[in-house]
Each structure stands twice: as structure tokens, then as C-alpha cells.
């Protein structure tokens, strides 16, 4: 870890911490909420590698005043939460459930008093599960199901959510729900889940519409990118190179932008209709990037389903999910956002960046986690960089407040700041929620840093 001062960050510069609903809000049979499709998951034996669920999580629907003071002592100036679907609509499309929205009501109004500002995400990857029963997000009138879901969530809490964000990750909920089975739905599609994109983002673009209608927010979507390496020099593996960076890094940001869909092999076009690439470029206010780490790929094998092999990078120190730790790779992916996309790019926000470790307490109840300190360093300083080369970023959302429930790695993750005993519920700062505290706090406008 670098030894040098951390560098200024521009005044006004968003800190903040990311969660979803899934993975903390616990309570999902609470207060008239629907099923989603990854408690269905769940249910399916062998799809979590512990087994478990996200039936109770971090019972943050109980516990958020503990969770929000969490925030406050830390400093953060935003807090970036999702709103279950299954919640306010519990079949998808039908009555909206009030009570269920007061959950968000209450969280809402409790950050605005805390000084932090509410940036709400619709979709972090909990589809109700009778919208997958018609089809889920191959069917089109998913989109319209999440416009209106959108404009009934907007009409309540419009005028306080800070930032909108309507997607999380649409190319994971395309990739590992539909095309790989790893994640719910656990359909294996291949290719064939290319409706899955188009659908996201046409309910994209018509929930824009949807919101803003109701709020003079910004809106924005998170999306996950990975720098390319390629891992050998024959043509061969340069075009598996393109054909992965064009499927993770371009399918879900070309179209947002104006540019239509790239050119992919593989893709059926037959489901995108006259006017769906207007809607889905309907402008957008800020870019969510959400950063983990670059992927080493290089030439299919022979008869293999996929245009690329994903091989595993050297030469990067590592964490407990094995991603390797490459800041490099944020610098290089914030510059190349900016010069593939110009002029249209709007301004960024990193929505998600964060690392696991299996962090527990030492025998005094203290969470040392010096590696998460390693990595939050490197990647700030990656984001300062870029913001000295002209990319305009303007926050940072640590991915995560809490320890958590980790999607198909159940508990087994930890990639919070605030260690989390699954048994007690009690929460434990680690050492790394200090050192960003002290961060931000250095940070402010007229501190000495
Ligand atoms: C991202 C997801 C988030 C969490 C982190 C580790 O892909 O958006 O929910 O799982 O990875």
C-alpha cells in the first residue's frame, strides 16, 4: 500500500456505501411481501454453496436506525440501498402494497435526517417470482411491469431519493441468471438469453420516462464492467478478447448511449422492435460503474459453446472470491469509458467496488482487515488518477456497508466494512470503516488534508 497522502478529492465528491435488499433486508415473508425468484433459488438444493437463504440476512428490515447510525458515525455522504420489488408490488404487476413501502418511507426519511443523501436502486436482481413464471426477463412485458413498478415506487418517495438508479448489473442478471444458471432464476441459455438484455434495458428506458414524471432527481444504471486482458497474441484470442469485451463491456452501455446494440455474433435481433433503442437512449444523468476487477481471456477451445475462454490473471494479489486485485484496471477502465464514448458519456459515479476477506474478531472483538484497507486505498487513488486525466467522477460507494448474504455464495463472503455475527445480529466496525472515516473526515471541505 502506497505510503504517500492520500490525494484531495474534488469538493462535493460523493462517499458513500452500497448494500441491496436481497442481501440484507431479511423479513421476506413480512408485511405482505412477495416471493422473488431467489428465494425460489434458494429453496432448489445445491444452488448456495452453504445452503442457506436470505430469509433473514442481516435483518435490516428490523434493525435499519442501528444500520443508518452505522452510516452516520462513518461520515458517508450517500447511501446507495435497492427497493425489493416483491415488496411494493408482491405479484409483479398487480396492487401496490402500501406497507411495504413504508419501509423504504421510514429508511428514507431517516437518512435525510442523518445527512446522508437516499440513492434508491429499483432492480438489484429480485424479480417477483410470478413475473418469472410468465417468463421472467425473456418475456417483454417484464419491461412495462417495471416501468410501472417504477412509477408507483417514484409517486411515494420521488421527492426525497437523491439519485435513482433503475438497474443493478444487468449483464450479471443476463450472464449468470439466464445464460449460466448460476445465479436465479438458474437458466441456462447461453446466448439465447440475449432477450434478457434487451428487456432490462427497455425497462430501462421506459422507467426513466416513468420517473421522471415524478422526481427532478438524477437518474442513472449500474453497470459492472472488466477490463480485457488477453491472455496470448494470436488473432484468434484478440477476436475472443473483442467478443468478451464487446458482451461485458459494450452490449449494456452502446444502447444506452445512443450507439444501438455492437456488433455480436450469436445475437438474435429479432426481438428489438421500432423505437425500443430511442427508449433505451433516453438520457440518462450519471453512469453507476460498479468495478471489481479485469478478466484474463483468450481463444474457445475447440467446440466450445462460448466465443472465448475466461482464464484466471497472474500476478495480482488476490481475495477470499479469488478475484484479483488490479487498481490498474480501474484507471484503464475509467479512460477507456471516456475516449469509446465521448461526449455521450455522462458523468460517472462508482456505484460498487469492495472486496471479501474472512474477516472475524480476534480475541478482543476487533476486526482487522488490512487487506480491504489495501484495496480501498489502491482503488481511490485509481479513481483520483482518472479524475487528473479529465474523467469526471463524482463518488464512490464502497460495496459493502454490511457483511452479507452473497447471492449463490450464501454466507460464506464477508465484504463489508461492519463485520456481521449471522447468530447475534451484532455489528462490529472493522478496521477499515475507521480508516474510512478518518478518510472522509480528512477529506471535507476546509480540513487540513
Ligand atoms: C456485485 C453485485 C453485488 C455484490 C457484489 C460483490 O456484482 O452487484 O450485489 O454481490 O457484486
Known amino acids: ?44 438444493p445445491g444452488r448456495i454453496s452453504d445452503g442457506s437463504s436470505g430469509a433473514v440476512a442481516c435483518d435490516h428490515y428490523h434493525r435499519h436506525a442501528e444500520d443508518v447510525a452505522l452510516m452516520a458515525a462513518l461520515g458517508v455522504g450517500a447511501y446507495r440501498f435497492s427497493i425489493a420489488w416483491p415488496r411494493v408490488r408482491p405479484d409483479g404487476s398487480g396492487a401496490t402494497n402500501a406497507v411495504g413501502l413504508d419501509f423504504y418511507d421510514r429508511l428514507v426519511d431517516d437518512l435525510l ?24 426477463w425473456l418475456h417483454r412485458d417484464t419491461a412495462a411491469h417495471f416501468a410501472e413498478y417504477a412509477e408507483r415506487t417514484a409517486a411515494r418517495l420521488g421527492d426525497r431519493v437523491r439519485l435513482w438508479i433503475t438497474l443493478n448489473e444487468p449483464f450479471i442478471q443476463m450472464s449468470l441468471g439466464y445464460g449460466m444458471g448460476v445465479h436465479a432464476p438458474g437458466q441456462m441459455l447461453l446466448f439465447d438469453a440475449f432477450p434478457v438484455a434487451h428487456h432490462q434495458l427497455l425497462g430501462h428506458g421506459l422507467a426513466v ?118 487498481p490498474d484496471g480501474l484507471h484503464e477502465l475509467l479512460r477507456w469509458l471516456r475516449d469509446t464514448y465521448g ?3 455522462p458523468p460517472i459515479e462508482i456505484t460498487e467496488g469492495g472486496c471479501a476477506y474472512d474477516d472475524e ?8 482487515d488490512p487487506d480491504r484497507i489495501a484495496y480501498l486505498d489502491g482503488h481511490l487513488r485509481a479513481v483520483r488518477a482518472a479524475i487528473d486525466d479529465g474523467v469526471d467522477v463524482r463518488g464512490y460507494f464502497v460495496w459493502s456497508l454490511l ?25 462490529t466496525p472493522k478496521s477499515s470503516y475507521t480508516w474510512l472515516r478518518d478518510l472522509i473526515a480528512g477529506s471535507a471541505p476546509g480540513s487540513a488534508r
Not at 456505501?17 to 434458494?42: C, K, L, M, P
Open 209 to 326: 420516462q416513468a420517473l421522471r414524471a415524478h422526481t427532478a432527481s438524477p437518474i442513472a444504471i449500474a453497470n459492472n464492467y472488466s477490463p480485457v486482458r488477453v491472455l496470448g497474441d494470436s488473432d484468434a484470442d484478440r477476436a475472443a478478447g473483442t467478443a468478451y469485451e464487446t458482451l461485458h463491456n459494450r452490449l449494456f452501455t452502446d444502447p444506452l448511449l445512443g450507439r444501438g446494440y455492437p456488433d455480436l455474433p450469436g445475437l438474435d435481433p429479432t426481438v428489438v422492435r421500432a423505437g425500443d433503442l430511442d427508449t433505451i437512449a433516453a438520457p440518462i444523468d450519471v453512469l453507476g460503474v460498479n468495478y471489481y476487477n479485469p478478466t484474463g481471456v483468450r481463444a474457445a477451445e475447440e467446440g466450445s459453446p462460448l466465443p472465448f475462454d475466461l482464464v484466471p490473471l497472474d500476478g495480482y494479489p488476490r481475495t477470499a472470491f479469488d478475484w484479483p486485485v488490479a
Open 343 to 345: 461526449e455521450a458519456l
Open 403 to 427: 457483511d452479507n448474504w452473497e447471492w449463490a455464495e450464501g454466507f460464506t463472503k464477508r465484504f463489508g466494512l461492519v463485520h456481521v455475527d449471522y447468530a447475534t445480529q451484532r455489528r
Open 113 to 136: 435526517t442523518a445527512g446522508i443523501d437516499p440513492v434508491a436502486t429499483l432492480y438489484h436482481w429480485d424479480l417477483p417470482q410470478p413475473l418469472e413464471d410468465a417468463g421472467g
Open 1 to 44: 500500500m502506497s505510503t504517500a497522502p492520500m490525494p484531495e478529492f474534488p469538493d462535493g465528491f460523493r462517499w458513500g456505501v452500497s448494500t441491496s435488499a436481497h442481501q440484507i433486508e431479511g423479513a421476506t415473508t413480512a408485511d405482505g411481501r412477495g416471493t422473488s425468484i431467489w428465494d425460489t433459488f434458494a429453496r432448489s
Open 361 to 368: 474478531p480476534d480475541a478482543h472483538g476487533q476486526v482487522a
